[in-house]
């Protein structure tokens, strides 16, 4: 075994343990945590574009608690913020567009994160060309997902034909890659990060399609939203903050993306300057997140494209906007 592959065995095993030591701290979406009035508020394991809940604390108002819920992939936080089991979200755009498609009680309240993703490969894959009768590692049901056929229809190729599509879960991409399952793939931080770090390189930009660096949006419980609306504008002003906050200390930003789930910081030094945080729902933004929704439904992800005059619950950001 070569030197970069021991070393991404290596950082996979330490990202592992952490993880694993997390679920007897941190709230599960199989544990209610402790303070029964706390605000939950879900978030994926180990992405350094969805860390924004842990700073949203210090930014709560006096006798407020924020209660972080980890979960494996975005839709299961749309589903459980349809269900009411958390009141908001930090998740993929996509899994909230299929929960307002289908008339689900979420809403989005700010943008995120853009960014966070990478088409990485094999160095002997030196273009999309070389791609031809490859296989290629994706996430289904993400941005990811669509970027990825754009790019590949972009340079000529039938995602259906030309290549091997394999669908794999965000944290198995850099094992599949160094396991030789996968010749390349497309996904989000910090298997892109992990994979460049033993060896892999950037085929072609993630973000040169329709849907730019489209990716994480903060959502919420329409229910939450409506009984609790104060609540909702004090965590969405922790939000926008707390974004605001990790822009202005990277360096805090990755100190805690490596104190929480025991990432390398080589690696994650590396990961986090292939993010854009944001929180603004400006209009371009709007655009971004519409042409998403019809590309959703062009590649068969959504039956029908949501009504995007609903998809949103802008009050509240524009609350916090007019009081900064």
Not at 124 to 150: C, H, M, V, W, Y
Not at 158 to 181: I, K
Not at 220 to 233: I, K, P, T, V
Request: charged share 20%; proline share 5%; net charge negative.
């Amino acid at each position: 075994m070569n030197y970069p592959l021991r070393r991404l065995f290596s950082m996979l095993a330490v990202a592992l343990l952490a993880v694993a030591g997390l679920t007897g701290c941190l709230a599960t979406p199989d544990s209610a945590g402790g303070d029964p009035n706390a605000v939950r508020i879900g978030t994926l394991r180990g992405q350094p574009h969805l860390y924004a809940p842990y700073f949203m604390q210090r930014f709560a108002p006096q006798n407020t608690s924020y209660e972080i819920v980890l979960f494996e992939n975005s839709p299961d936080i749309k589903n459980a913020l349809a269900s009411g089991a958390i009141d908001l979200g930090v998740l993929g755009a996509p899994a909230m567009l299929a929960g307002i498609a289908a008339e689900q009680d979420v809403r989005i309240l700010a943008s995120a994160a853009d960014g966070g993703s990478g088409f990485v490969g094999r160095p002997e894959i030196r273009t999309p060309q070389d791609l031809r009768g490859k296989k290629i590692g994706f996430p289904a049901g993400s941005s990811q997902e669509i970027a990825l056929k754009l790019t590949l229809r972009a340079n000529g190729l039938d995602p259906d034909t030309d290549v091997q599509l394999v669908n794999l879960a965000y944290s198995d991409m850099a094992s599949a890659y160094s396991a030789g399952r996968v010749d390349a793939f497309l996904s989000a931080e910090m298997g892109v990060s992990i994979a460049r770090q033993a060896g892999a390189h950037q085929i072609v930009s993630a973000y040169d399609t329709p849907i730019g660096a489209t990716n994480i949006v903060f959502g919420g419980n329409g229910r939450f939203l409506d009984e609790q609306g104060d609540r909702a504008r004090d965590a969405v002003m922790a939000f926008t903050r707390a974004i605001d906050a990790m822009k202005g200390d990277r360096a805090a930003w990755a100190s805690g993306l490596v104190d929480t789930f025991g990432t390398d910081r080589a690696v994650t030094d590396i990961a986090i300057e292939n993010i854009t945080l944001r929180w603004r729902l400006d209009d371009e933004y709007r655009g971004r997140v519409a042409e998403l929704a019809r590309q959703m439904v062009a590649f068969d992800q959504l039956p029908t494209a949501p009504d995007m005059t609903e998809a949103y619950r802008p009050e509240f950001l524009e609350t916090v906007g007019a009081g900064r």
